[in-house]
């Protein structure tokens, strides 16, 4: 996972600042224009640092560095399995109001792409709805969803797939 | 010389002319290839233009892989042929060569040191001038005044507009961490490359006026929506609330973006003004609600939802009100596009465990499978409505496919080893 530092407030800067156009190494490009249509710039979007995190959220001895909840197909219930998971991290967010997690909701590939985004939005929402009941605030979570745009594992069969129905938690620094 | 009063000023390019320098082209270009034509195909005969030989090439090719790419049109041998605009044919020797419609022009100099291409579109049978133009043009516009070209012949020969001077929007996935939106004209030349991003890219959607392309960007770790305006890369965040943002479509009039917001949890669908001002919340229920897309009119919104236990089709007033299933056959029918015309619907099916483009006459409800592949995505109409181009794929690889209504006509766009998916085609070139 790239790590970034970058609250939303600031992401949206970054994006604002990317937004001009790289034109200087452009000159006697061998662009033909169109006839009566508009001619088109190129953007480039902006990159982002990393930050550093408790030792209590990487350790791989400590529960909380585990970070995904994985779903059957064209669900989105949190499976039993997974209770301890969000219950812990539920507890790190309780005792450390200065966190703020993003929980990333994915899918498998198959489908349509928004149609995907939707069904991954669930998933996250079902964890960040679960987390709010164990006493994480309202202002500490945001549940958002990839669909199938960012598949753990690339490949094609049932194994892939399994892996991609994910709901990541991360903490402010790694998104 | 009535038959060229229609002169289309190609002036504005001038105009933009300084922009150019701010263009990169794409380094992967769009092929085309023809795999399944029409019935009855018109034969047609383009003679090569008259003029500057090298021009006269460039603007004769791009005519005749026009018209021969659509599937309604068969190119008749012109070879011994010298003539122009100017020259009277003798109609008996195209008639035997099996010609039933000719055209011929010239490419020479005009005002101002520029230059013109002229042309005229003959009837074999009638043996009569069906039409012609002259377009003030340039070495860099060649392809262009083809296109334009073409596109009279086609409408001349079928009645309805070509859509061979359109653009296409889509995206390249062309590397692990790398994202292109492209511009390409129709025929897949001139690519540009708009966006280039570390995170995905998808759902581009075009303002009805051609200038500016909706779509949503992961740049930020989330979707968030976007508006673009093609000629200066100036772009607005037009959707960036708490949770994701997603599925833009415009409004028929380019006032207002529809599109699926998290923020009140699930997956609604929102009206927003297009600098993304007003939000207003059109679906209530807490089912997922998805893939808005405008009737012509602007009065409905054709959208996906759950809320009837499988994903399905639905129709609403723009308002929000008077909800109505459209889709009921199978378990799985997404992505719904209107046809211009407000006829036809094409949306995504699943069909024997494949996702696959069918077509719907929206007055009889028939339902019509159009393909046999198994990973059909994004359709979007051609602004004409007779072909709907979707993403699918071939040989593990990402590529465009058009298709026509009826499902004979099916060209494919495929950039050489590159992942092609998402497009959008672009409005009318007025």
């Known amino acids: 996972m790239k790590r970034v530092v970058i609250p939303a407030a600031l992401a949206l800067l970054v994006a604002a600042c990317s937004s001009t156009p790289e034109g200087g190494d452009q000159s006697g490009a061998p662009v033909e224009s169109r006839a009566g249509g508009p001619s088109v710039a190129t953007v480039t979007t902006g990159g982002v640092d990393g930050g550093r995190l408790p030792a209590v959220l990487t350790d791989p001895k400590s529960i909380l560095s585990k ?13 039993a ?43 996250a929402d079902a964890i960040k709805k679960m987390m709010a009941l164990l006493g994480a605030r309202e202002d500490q979570l945001e549940a958002v969803s990839l669909g199938e745009e960012k598949p753990k594992n690339e490949g094609h069969g049932e194994a892939a797939w399994a892996e991609n129905r994910r709901g990541d938690m991360l903490y402010s620094g790694e998104f | 010389m009535s038959e060229f009063s229609i002169k ?15 263009l990169r082209p794409a380094h992967g270009q769009l092929t085309v290839e023809i795999t399944g034509a029409g019935a009855n195909r018109i034969p047609v005969a ?16 791009v005519i005749r892989a026009d018209l021969e790419r659509s599937g309604l049109f068969r190119m008749v041998d012109t070879s011994g042929v010298a003539m122009t605009e100017a020259t009277a ?60 070209i073409a596109d009279i012949i086609y409408e001349k020969l079928t009645g309805e507009p070509g859509v061979f001077s359109t653009r296409v929007a889509y995206v390249v996935r062309a590397g692990a961490a790398r994202y292109e939106l492209h511009i390409a ?49 100036r772009r607005v965040v037009v959707a960036n609330f708490k949770g994701s943002n997603s599925a ?49 009119d602007g009065q409905h919104v054709y959208f996906t939802s759950d809320r009837g236990g499988s994903p399905q089709i639905y129709r609403m007033s723009v308002s929000g009100g008077d909800v109505q299933r459209v889709s009921f056959e199978g378990t799985y029918n997404v992505s719904p596009r209107i046809s211009p015309d407000g006829r036809s619907m094409a949306f995504i099916s699943r069909r024997d465990g494949g996702f696959r483009l069918s077509v719907m006459d929206l007055a009889s409800r028939q339902v019509q499978v159009l393909t046999d592949s198994n990973k059909d995505e994004s359709p979007t109409f051609s602004p004409n409505g007779r072909m709907v181009l979707i993403a699918t794929e071939m040989g593990g690889r990402g590529v465009l496919s058009a298709v026509s209504l009826d499902g004979r006509i099916k060209q494919r766009l495929s950039i050489p080893a590159g992942d092609v998916r998402e497009p959008a085609w672009g409005p009318f070139n007025r």
């Open chain 2, 46 to 61: 383009i003679a090569d233009f008259g003029g500057d030989p090298a021009s006269s090439r460039i603007v004769t090719s």
């Open chain 1, 81 to 123: 399995e997974y209770k301890d998971l969000v219950t812990a991290h539920a507890k790190f967010l309780t005792e450390n109001r200065q966190f703020r997690m993003l929980i990333q909701g994915n899918t498998d590939e198959r489908g349509s792409r928004e149609y995907n985004l939707a069904l991954g939005q669930k998933r």
């Open chain 2, 185 to 233: 004209d129709a025929d897949g030349q001139n690519a540009q490359v708009a966006l280039i991003s570390r995170e995905p890219i998808i759902s581009p959607s075009w303002s009805p006026d051609g200038s500016r392309l909706a779509y949503v960007s992961f740049e930020n770790k989330k979707p968030v929506v976007y508006v673009h305006s093609l000629a200066s890369g």
């Open chain 2, 8 to 22: 289309v000023g190609f002036l504005r390019l001038f105009a933009v002319a300084a922009l150019v320098l701010l």
């Open chain 2, 248 to 296: 833009p479509a415009w409004s028929p009039d380019g006032r207002r973006l529809a599109v699926v917001l998290s923020k009140d949890g699930g997956s609604q669908i929102f009206l927003v003004n297009a600098d993304g001002s007003g939000a207003q919340r059109l679906t209530t229920d807490n089912a997922i609600n998805t893939e808005p897309n405008f009737s012509p």
């Open chain 2, 89 to 148: 044919p003798v109609f008996t020797d195209w008639k035997n060569r099996g010609a039933d419609a000719l055209a011929a022009g010239s490419i020479g100099a005009s005002d101002g040191g520029r230059e013109e291409a002229r042309f005229r579109l003959f009837d074999v049978t009638k043996q009569s001038v069906l039409g012609g133009s002259a377009f003030v043009t340039s070495k860099a516009t060649l392809r262009a005044a083809g296109h334009r």
């Open chain 1, 67 to 79: 970070r995904s909840v994985y779903f059957d197909y064209d669900s989105y219930e949190v499976k």
